[in-house]
């Protein structure tokens, strides 16, 4: 923050040495007075000097010479952070990968994992209009399910017609999501987001999570976890429960581990997914986060001068002491 530290309007800093000079003035004018009145009996003194208590400390001077130079370089207009101009924030691209795979048919979040990913996806969407979204389904391989649109209404039928059965591979492999997304994104990638809709990571994809996390244009990363840590019951559509290839039912438990391995080797915040629009609208704040660290050409700096009004105001506040007088 200090190497972007700049002022808007800085011709008003040549304030500043007008103030200290006048301060300085004042205060050797007034310490001559003290001075001239050792030659005065101290009784006649005492009687005579105004504001006799506050002379010994600090002086109205030093009051009004706070509130100025606050003033002065608050009007500087000190600023060290930008504001992304609307346009920038409402066309920032977002790729949303889903993961469709057999642990997504879990009964724990009810209908099912995949069907509330659906429907969060959808609520996503419709909170970011008129931006550019791209989806990307993946299992043990990724595909390109709808290139980046700004239209909503065609993304649902997309997402209702995942399922499973029909990827050609089974798993869960979420490296094989990356080179999709960066092509996707193309020269935006560093102002985009990658999303990923899932039920957890592969402990075996985090290392090439972290070194695309790492690339210097990379996308940001974010991940929506849909599911409980106790996991579910996958079910077929005919009722009957998805089978392990090593036997048993398929273990649906949510691997946290491997959660917080992506969390701090990728950077890659970690949402869950929940009730009501809290975890749509942490989303959102992250996206939000990765455009205010992209290069927007049209973003304006934010003019923090304000915050220096409150030390000016606490400053003539001293005005109200009994006995607190400024002579010029």
């Known amino acids: 923050m200090i ?6 309007r ?28 050792a030659f005065i009996a101290p009784h006649l003194r005492d009687a005579l000097t105004i504001n006799r208590e506050a002379r010994r400390g600090v002086r109205a001077v030093d009051g009004v010479a706070l509130a100025m130079l606050a003033a002065a370089v608050g009007a500087a207009g000190p600023t060290w ?40 996806i959808l609520d996503l969407v419709a909170a970011r209009t008129g ?81 695309f996390a790492a690339e210097p244009n990379a996308p940001s990363m ?25 036997g048993g039912r398929l273990d649906t438990r949510i691997d946290t581990a491997t959660l917080q391995r992506v969390s701090q080797e990728a950077g890659m915040p970690i949402v869950r997914a929940a009730t009501g629009d809290a975890d749509i609208r942490q989303l959102m704040r992250s996206i939000e986060s990765n455009l205010r660290q992209a290069d927007d050409p049209d973003a304006r700096w934010v003019d923090q001068g304000w915050w220096l009004l409150w030390p000016a105001l606490l400053s003539t506040l001293l005005w109200f002491r009994r006995g607190w007088t400024m002579q010029w």
């Open 3 to 8: 190497e972007l530290l700049h002022f808007l």
């Open 10 to 37: 800085p011709l008003w800093l040549l304030a500043l040495p007008a103030i200290a000079l006048t301060w300085w003035l004042v205060r050797r004018r007034e310490a001559s007075a003290m001075d001239a009145g």
């Open 81 to 120: 952070s930008k504001q992304a101009s609307p346009w920038f924030a409402e066309t920032a691209p977002l790729v949303i990968a889903i993961e469709v795979s057999d642990s997504m048919r879990s009964n724990d979040l009810l209908p099912t994992r995949l069907d509330r990913a659906r429907f969060k």
């Open 131 to 211: 931006a550019r979204t791209a989806l990307i389904a993946y299992a043990g391989s990724a595909h390109v399910v709808m290139p980046p649109s700004t239209d909503a209404e065609v993304l649902k039928p997309f997402l209702e017609s995942l399922d499973p059965a029909i990827m050609p591979l089974q798993g869960s492999s979420a490296g094989a999501v990356l080179p999709l997304a960066g092509s996707l994104l193309g020269e935006q990638a560093s102002a985009g987001t990658l999303l990923f809709v899932n039920d957890g990571f592969d402990a075996s994809d985090v290392p090439a999570l972290a070194a």
């Open 222 to 246: 974010s991940a929506l976890i849909v599911g409980s840590d106790e996991g579910g019951v996958a079910l077929m559509p005919d009722g009957a429960a998805v089978m392990a290839t090593t």
